[in-house]
């Protein structure tokens, strides 16, 4: 009989390695074309010779794309294959970079951001598949490693957009191609590194589920997108909020009557998967408040407004919003150990502590430079310390076959809260100009607005504290054992637990073999 090669469980290490920036790399890049095209939305207008209105409609498009097919390839991708549904996806999100590259028109332009937003979906099949592959004592880390990407690539993009369209005669495309160029690296380590998917339910793909959640998802964040330019009582406003309402019920009713459905109402409803997607749309606040707020903050004028920095794009996004995306980076192992050892609950009040002390730091001081980074620094490690925290709650509290659907959800609810951040910023600056601005000056927004902005991100961050108080303190795992299926509970006390059940075992088959 042939004996275990030693070097087996060494090889198996780096499979787990591999696989984790694999899908680190995946998740950075979704994360990038969520936020790549802020910066450069005016040079998008004047090179496209449309309106501010119609121009904003290139980071709608995404997030709108992003509600309609996470769910639906996030269920399909346990029901069918985890690793085929991430190359599909990112294959779509490769066209979609070169659609937008080469578009010479903005409805062209809007597609290609369309087929951007549909890899939205990587970020929760990428969860399923490390559930699958990596070891229960390493998981904490891996998710927390993969989750922080999302706030380091949100931020990167930011940078990496500002220094490609620096100087006289930029041209916006450059972006773009950087976002095909980093789309294809990704396609081909998920080709190459990710092994094949081992689970699979099978099953039917609930269509009419799909479609009832999509239009609830769209007629919610569209307005939230798009209420600045509506006007937030307008007919069209409130009306698509009433819609939102109609079908969100409609939608409930579908999936309470099929046989299979998209999403499970025993799982969406249960407490902690529940508090875990309040929690995404808080911090997904949290990190666009932070993002637009201090990016406006920073290339104010100071000669005509009183405060400010002066910054160009360029400076706002190195100086001033890079050092927090480092630092999520940076943070994302130390929140993968806080779950591990302390659990989820833990790392989220950490997440809340830290990201409301960065907003209160910005609401006393915004006046200095030092002050404006170092909050950034702070909100940064938060937004880290949430987005791993979401995941391990989620994971320990489904069977495997609806950790997709489960996780596509959370994402779901953290761009929502991104959208909601972006609407309010946007309101609350629009709302609040400076007054006396010399003759052909456009409106520049008051400082107040500033620190309203951000003294409501403190108020978020000190929401996610009550969830995490609250709303998590008993019931995980209710629904996987409803399901007959074993929730990956609290990592930690679940690879304990594993290692004396496996000793045991061993222990029962030599007293057998005696």
């Known amino acids: 009989m042939s004996t275990p090669s030693p070097a087996t469980p060494a090889a198996g290490h780096r499979n787990e390695t591999v696989i984790v920036f694999a899908l680190s790399l995946a998740a950075m890049v979704v994360s990038m074309m969520q936020t790549l095209p802020v910066p450069i939305l005016g040079l998008i207008r004047q090179d496209l010779g449309t309106t501010t209105a119609n121009v904003s409609w290139v980071t709608t498009a995404t997030l709108l794309s992003a509600a309609v097919f996470t769910p639906l390839l996030g269920r399909f991708g346990d029901q ?43 970020f929760p099949l990428a969860l399923s598949v490390l559930r699958e592959e990596v070891r229960p004592q390493k998981l904490p880390g891996a998710m927390a490693l993969v989750s922080g990407t999302l706030a380091f690539g949100s931020g990167l993009a930011l940078v990496a957009t500002g220094l ?11 972006a773009f191609w950087m976002a095909t160029g980093f789309a294809v690296l990704a ?3 998920v080709v190459f590194l990710v092994p094949a998917t081992r689970h699979k339910t099978g099953g039917r793909t609930d269509f009419l589920g799909a479609l009832t959640l999509g239009i609830a998802l769209l007629l919610l964040l569209l307005p939230i997108s798009q209420g600045h330019e509506w006007g937030w009582g307008s007919a069209r406003t ?3 909020f009433a819609g939102a309402a109609v079908m969100a019920a409609v939608w409930v009713l579908v999936e309470r009557k099929v046989r299979e459905p ?26 666009f408040a932070n993002f637009l707020g201090v990016s406006y903050l920073v290339q104010m004028p100071e000669a005509l407004t009183g405060y400010g920095f002066d910054a160009s794009i360029l400076r706002a996004s190195v100086q001033f919003l890079l050092p927090g995306a480092i630092v999520s980076l940076l943070a994302s192992p130390v929140g993968g150990q806080i779950v591990r050892h302390r659990g989820p609950r833990t790392a989220l009040a950490l997440a809340a502590a830290l990201g409301a002390a960065g907003f209160a730091w910005l ?47 959370n994402s779901i609810s953290r761009s929502t809260g991104s959208a909601i951040g972006s609407a309010v910023v946007t309101t609350i600056l629009a709302s609040k100009t400076v007054e006396h601005l010399p003759a052909g000056v456009p409106p520049l ?22 969830i995490s108080w609250i709303g998590l303190r008993s019931g995980q795992g209710t629904v996987a054992a409803a399901a007959g299926q074993p929730a990956a509970a609290e990592p930690a006390a679940v ?20």
Request: overall charge positive.
């Open 80 to 122: 069918h294959g985890k690793k085929p549904t991430l190359v599909a996806v990112l294959g779509v999100m490769v066209a979609g970079s070169v659609i937008a590259a080469l578009a010479s028109s903005l409805p062209l332009l809007i597609l290609g951001r369309v087929l951007q937003g549909a890899a939205t979906a990587i």
């Open 164 to 174: 490609l369209t620096s100087g006289d005669g930029a041209d916006y495309r450059n």
């Open 187 to 189: 396609l081909l380590a």
């Open 238 to 240: 409130l009306g698509s």
């Open 262 to 287: 998209l999403v499970d109402m025993k799982m969406f409803v249960h407490r902690p998967v529940l508090m875990a997607n309040l929690a995404g749309v808080l911090v997904g606040f949290g990190m």
């Open 363 to 409: 609401v006393l001081d915004h006046e200095h430079t030092l002050s404006v980074i170092g909050a950034g620094l702070v909100v940064g490690a938060a937004v880290s310390f949430g987005y791993a925290a979401m995941p391990a709650v989620i994971m320990s509290s489904v069977p495997h076959h609806q950790s997709g659907i489960a996780n596509g959800i």
């Open 445 to 466: 927004p008051a400082e107040s607005g500033f620190t309203l902005t951000f003294g409501i991100g403190a108020v978020a961050f000190a929401l996610v504290a009550v």
């Open 495 to 514: 690879s304990e637990k594993a290692g004396k059940a496996g000793k045991a075992g061993k222990a029962e088959k030599a007293a057998a073999t005696r």
